[in-house]
């Protein structure tokens, strides 16, 4: 203990004696010894991001034990405290409002206590991007803890994956196949056990990349939240950000641009959720590293598809687990030359000093890099006269889907229809049955509305399933495009994260039902079909929807937010770096 950390600046200030004193009694007051917060020892901070309203991050309020535990056999002090919930499936209107407000929370609580350190637990979708946000803006050290997936989840002897379910489950019930009780009994099969999504949804594959970024110790992300790992993971973890602190090891170290280009590497191989471009951008410009949409094209669509897990495959959380998790899916990207393997992590290695040899166990579940399920299989990235940018995830392109829509001769790639356009989900619920539209097979549905500005937050709805009709005739896919995003446990290739959205005046807000849209991935464009003099024309006729708000949070939310393609920040917020370099005064 060579050198005098922070949190002394709080607890140990002989030149102050006044301001110590007022430290030191509260935090005494709970049986904390005098000696534990003056000798020096690093200040651990645990932010839990579990509670009763947060079922899928719950285990970190028994993980906390053993991170206690790590933290005191390494010589530190834990102090545990809450951040403000963020649960993907019960939050209304959307989760992603609590992303940008847990972690300005964070931000402030980093910034303002005495901490020397901090464990991140992470877990549900926004809760991992929130809690790295804070770490980027602060530059603390800080070591990510995932709760880690649920069991795999069985229903009539097949594999159910959490969300993806509810998604095939709307089909057959809308087919007639299934009745309410029956919806509701196979949807709970897919959450068995405590923990977060079992499928490759945004949860999985934003703890994946929090490993690939270097910021869990290695293993990490996919150990279900049960197993006995777990908790020895989380005794590891709390071991380990006690010496981080000694050895300096910052974010900054960690999160720089070619552990950004790692994860967009790795998103593509795991089949990861179109949430993590925004996530990931968000990080990165709070981490003051230059990362660009493009970026996105440029390293992650060649990569092939190797894990083989729902949405874009087979099998889900556990399987993903034995087979080696992301140790093997770097493995075989370092050996096939696709990494950055000179990144360093958390535990103080490099990427190629860790991973370099891992194996799969399961050649079924993470594929040899030679031996994919699917090649090219990262995002591709869109723009046109609609919008400046938007995703489409190759990976889930079914079979049926390039038969009826990108392999005409001649046309490969690229199709024409007829645009039906929704004023967000509820418009959609209402009208999509509805005969007067004409929905058939030759047609694109829209919605707008549904982006951080207009929802506000940015709905998960562009996953649009077709009418009825059209289920029951065997149709089960439409082409589908909007402002907002979709849950990464959907195996819709939509075009979605529409960036500016319809609210910000993109050509979104004037499309009509009727018009034809010309999609091409060869260009990588969407484009309106419709001539400038008529385009003219709507542009001086719009009126834009008024915006109601509906808490004080969401009209702030709304005045400072940015657009998806940038990462959905508090634009005001992405100026600010480092700021633990500034010790904050004295509160009395
Ligand atoms: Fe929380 Fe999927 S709903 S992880
Ligand atoms: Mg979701």
Known sequence: MDRRLRSQNWFNDRDNPGMTALYLERYLNYGLTKDELTSGKPVIGIAQTGSDLSPCNRIHVDLAARMRDGIRDAGGVAFEFPVHP?????????????????????????????????????????????CLMAAATVDLPAI???????????????????????WEGRKLHAAGKIDYEEFIEMVAAAAPSAGHCNTMGTALSMNSLAEALGMSLPGCA????????????????GKRIVDMVWEELTPSKVMT???FENAIVVNSAIGGST???????????????????????????????LVNCQPAGAHLGEGFHRAGGVPAVIGELIRAGKMRDGAITVAGKTMGELHSTCEAGDRDVIRPYDQPLMEEAGFV?????????AVMKTSVISPEFRERYLSTPGQED????????????????????????????TCLLFVRGCGPIGYPGSAEVVNMQPPDALIKAGIMELPTIGDGRQSGTSGSPSILNASPES??????????????????????????????????????????PALEHETPWQEMYRGMVGQLSTGGCLEPAVHYHRVVKSLPRHSH
Not at 144 to 166: A, N
């Open 86 to 130: 963020i649960q993907e499936s019960g939050r209304r209107p959307t989760a992603a409002l609590d992303r940008n407000l847990a972690y300005l929370g964070l931000v402030e609580i980093l910034h303002g206590y005495p901490l020397d350190g901090v464990i991140l637990t992470t877990g549900c979708d926004k809760t991992t991007p929130a």
């Open 381 to 389: 990235v869109l723009s046109g006269n609609l919008f400046d940018a």
């Open 144 to 166: 990510v803890l995932s709760g880690g997936p649920m069991l795999d989840g069985h229903w009539d002897g097949e594999l159910v994956g959490s969300g993806t379910v509810v």
């Open 222 to 237: 996919s150990i279900p939240a049960p197993y006995r790992e777990r908790g020895q993971m989380a005794h590891a973890t």
């Open 503 to 544: 609210a910000a005046r993109s050509g979104l807000a004037i499309i009509q039902t009727g018009d034809r849209v010309r999609v091409d991935l060869n260009t990588r464009r969407v484009d309106l079909l419709v001539d400038e003099a008529e385009i003219a024309a709507r542009w001086a006729d719009y009126k834009p």
């Open 414 to 441: 690229a199709f024409e229809g007829r645009a039906i356009v929704f004023e967000g989900p509820e418009d959609y619920h209402d009208r999509i049955n509805d005969p007067a539209l004409e929905i058939d097979e």
């Open 275 to 305: 949430n993590c471009p925004p996530h990931i951008t968000a990080i990165a410009r709070h981490m003051g590293v230059e990362l660009d949409i493009e970026d996105w094209q440029t390293h992650g669509h060649d990569i092939p598809l």
């Open 257 to 259: 641009r070619e552990a």
